[in-house]
């Protein structure tokens, strides 16, 4: 599996946000997109995610053109991917039929109508994967809770097992951790390793630069003009061949 | 616990069940009986029952119809912008305030002989009087709806689609978000709806038989019948049931919606 944006552009308005831009992960890589604030990573996250049409360039699942694809055929691609945002947000209704959610509008419509007639007789059970994506973020016991009474550390993991429940291919994580306390920002990090050992493709949009060098294979610096450096975390963050990334990472650079 | 509630709610329904079928179930048969002699009911039970029969039948069409079309036009304005976005909000929001005699004249001349409605021959039709409720019902349904959608966070939608979603879930993801404010919206347009007098008489005409079963009688133009003609019992009577049965189906529709909450 690889995921790749080739030479993208994105404008609002006469404003580029990220131009020529090119990056790849492939599976059980894990990629952290780092860089301050404004400088466009949710927009590459969301190019990656396909829930943005490039300006320019090409989205690439195994070799498909995404954009090129009719709208049935991007949804089957869109479906191999998961995305976490920076806020929870949850449906409001149970932990388990939130992290069901992605499962559920895949099966078929005949199916999906007796599921919601059997459960306004009953609750029904989750299924394993349901227990399985809660259990990775240590909430297996929690599925029955309305997701409103949770916790914002709590909720967010919830987040993090419904975009891993469907087992994706890719998962795209745009600032996780930036509302968290330490505990669940560990608990997230975690989730992060168990997910590339599985061999799902991570990318990690994050500001946190320990973030990056605790967790990501490999890092990508995007600077005001796109992609300054990227290349192992370890040697990136210790070896700088950019100048603007040596000063970023070192504190000089600031935005 | 859905048997529970199920069985709690027959009981509560059941001596009003009875009342208005005029067939008295053996269990609740002596209290029933009872209340007889002390009200002496001033009128047919066959009455009672069809201008019941007629006011929830047109009511309920009316409400059906108004929320088929309002959901989808609520989620159309709420998720897109586009220009005239807040004239059409506007002009939705006026519509909560229709005076109904004016709704009622305005489908009047629809269905008659010579409106554009003339040869379906709906000139005083229950059907006439679903046509006017419904255009009294739309406007609160539409514009309470969209008030709910406009509310839903746009990170559930985000989340619904970044899961796997087509444009229908999430679609239906915010109209289970905003399943409150809708059931609000319905009982808004069903509260407009069957308390209504003015449009159901004009394109109505408050009509009952000779056998004393209602034709287009309702029971707003029942009570205002009965009390120009001074039978203060039955319209006393008559303004209990109505105050009942929207009781009731507030009632159901707020145990739909928490229903909806697993």
Known sequence: MVLRARDVAVSYGDEPVLEGLSVGVEAGDVLAVIGPSGVGKSTLLRLLALAETPDDGTVELDGTDAWALDNGDRLRLRRRIGMVFQEANLFDASVARNVEYGLRVRRLWSDRLRDWAASIVGPSTPTDAVTEALSVVGLADRGDQPAGSLSGGEAQRVSFARALAYDPDVLLLDEPTSDLDPRNTALIEEAVSAARDRGIGVVLATHDMHQAERVADRAAVLLGDGIAEIGPTDRVFEDPNDDRTRQFISGELVY | ?262
């Open chain 2, 1 to 262: 616990m859905e048997c529970e509630r199920f069985r709690k709610l027959t009981v509560f329904l059941e001596p009003i069940a009875s009342l208005v079928s005029g067939g008295l179930s053996p269990a609740i048969a002596p209290p029933a009986r009872s209340l007889v002699p002390l009200v002496s009911f001033p009128f047919e039970t066959v009455y009672v029952r069809s201008i019941v029969a007629v006011s929830l039948y047109v009511s309920l069409c009316a409400v059906l119809a108004s929320t088929l079309v309002s959901l989808p036009v609520a989620l159309l304005v709420g998720f897109n912008d586009f220009p005239g976005k807040g004239l059409l909000t506007a002009a939705i929001n006026t519509g909560m305030g229709f005076p109904s005699v004016v709704v009622g004249l305005v489908v009047l001349f629809a269905v008659s002989s010579q409106g554009p409605l003339g040869e379906l021959e709906l000139m005083f039709t229950r059907e006439a009087m679903i046509l006017s409720q419904f255009v009294l019902a739309t406007p609160p349904i539409t514009a309470i709806s969209l008030a709910a959608i406009d509310g839903v966070d746009g990170g559930v939608r985000d989340a619904a689609r970044a899961l796997g979603g087509t444009r229908l879930d999430v679609a239906l993801v915010t109209l289970r978000e905003a399943r409150y404010g809708i059931a609000t919206a319905v009982l808004a347009g069903f509260g407009r709806a069957i308390s209504e007098v003015g449009s159901v008489l004009i394109v109505g005409g408050n009509i009952a038989g000779v056998d004393g079963v209602s034709k287009t009688r309702t029971l707003t133009t029942a009570i205002q019948l009965e009390a120009r003609q001074g039978r203060y019992e039955t319209a006393m009577v008559l303004g209990i049931l109505l105050v009942v049965l929207v009781l009731l189906v507030n009632g159901i529709v707020v145990r739909i919606g928490d229903g909806g909450v697993r």
